[in-house]
């Protein structure tokens, strides 16, 4: 338990360093894009429920997950 716990704290929390509703709106997207390849319209989407993130935010957020 205590390495699941390292490794949770370790890539940024249990949100990956993002807020709670930015990354609901993630996973959202990601479902929604039955959660494949970081398409141009999976960007647009994100672009426009997380405006304070770039793509390269956007990029590693999906490799963190």
């Known amino acids: 338990m205590d390495k ?32 494949g390849s970081v398409t141009l319209a999976f960007l647009n989407d994100m672009r426009r429920a997380v405006p304070n993130e770039d793509e390269i935010g956007v990029r590693e957020h999906v490799r963190s997950h």
């Open 4 to 35: 699941i716990d390292l490794k949770i704290v370790q890539n940024g929390g249990p949100n990956c360093g993002w807020d709670a509703p930015d990354h609901k709106d993630f996973l959202r997207i990601r479902t929604k894009y039955k959660n």
